[in-house]
């Protein structure tokens, strides 16, 4: 079993809609919570980053994490045809030196 | 340069030749990691280095697998008697410190092994 899961999609919804993403986790270790976002033959670019449980909030995107269920979870409203990308949840133990990756979910917004 | 550069961006080889991937971090950035992306895979980490030294290699597949960073600034990663399998994008990030920087990920190097 890998130590992040992340069901790979693909994930298509017409623009405006609202998409909700998620990754479930065994380690109870891990402290630091982040989403990246990665276009085709891009790099991952952080989209969120939270510590410990909790909702942080930042434009269209909110993410969640419930410790207690080792799940975590991404929200984008009002969903745009640029949010068009793969979606990587990531965590470590202890800040970013060591992130562990889910597999990703591609997206799609259509107009 | 403005972000992290990486070279070359697509490298073909055979099996059982040698590879080297470079990495330019930010300017200013201590910090520099290594990681592979297989084929609809997340990020896999494979090491990294805080200054001049290796922090944590424990993502090194196997002793075929090495990487350096001779002046705290560019990082080679160096793959030996490449096999089929490490056929991958090797991606490379920075950030300003290894524990509270962002990682900043260049667009990676896409190794091919024939």
């Known amino acids: 079993q890998k130590e992040v899961e992340q069901d790979p999609g693909p994930l298509s919804v017409p623009e405006g809609a609202i998409v909700s993403l998620n990754c479930t986790y065994s380690n109870s270790a891990f402290q630091y919570f982040m989403w990246y976002r990665q276009y085709s033959r891009k790099g991952p670019e952080l989209l969120m980053y939270t510590y410990s449980s909790g909702n942080k909030e930042d434009g269209r995107f909110t993410a969640q994490v419930d410790k207690s269920s080792k799940y975590i979870s991404l929200f984008i409203r009002d969903s745009q045809p640029s949010d068009s990308a793969t979606y990587l949840c990531a965590m470590s133990e202890g800040g970013y030196n060591k992130l562990i990756f889910g597999a990703g979910t591609r997206l799609a917004v259509h107009p | 340069g403005a972000g992290v550069s990486q070279t070359p961006s697509n490298k073909v080889t055979e099996k059982g030749k040698y590879v080297e991937l470079r990495c330019d971090p930010i300017?200013?950035?201590?910090?520099l990691y290594w990681y592979r992306q297989s084929l609809g895979q997340g990020p896999e980490f494979l090491i990294y280095?805080?200054?001049?030294?290796?922090?944590?290699d424990s993502g090194l597949p196997n002793d075929r697998f090495f990487a350096v960073r001779p002046e705290g600034s560019v990082s080679t990663l160096k793959i030996q008697r490449t096999e089929r399998g490490d056929s991958a994008v090797y991606l490379c990030?920075?950030?300003?410190?290894?524990?509270?920087?962002?990682?900043?990920f260049g667009e990676g190097s896409r190794l091919t092994v024939l």
């Open positions: 990030a920075s950030s300003v410190d290894s524990y509270t920087g962002e990682l900043f």
């Open positions: 280095f805080q200054g001049t030294g290796a922090a944590d």
């Open positions: 300017s200013g950035h201590t910090a």
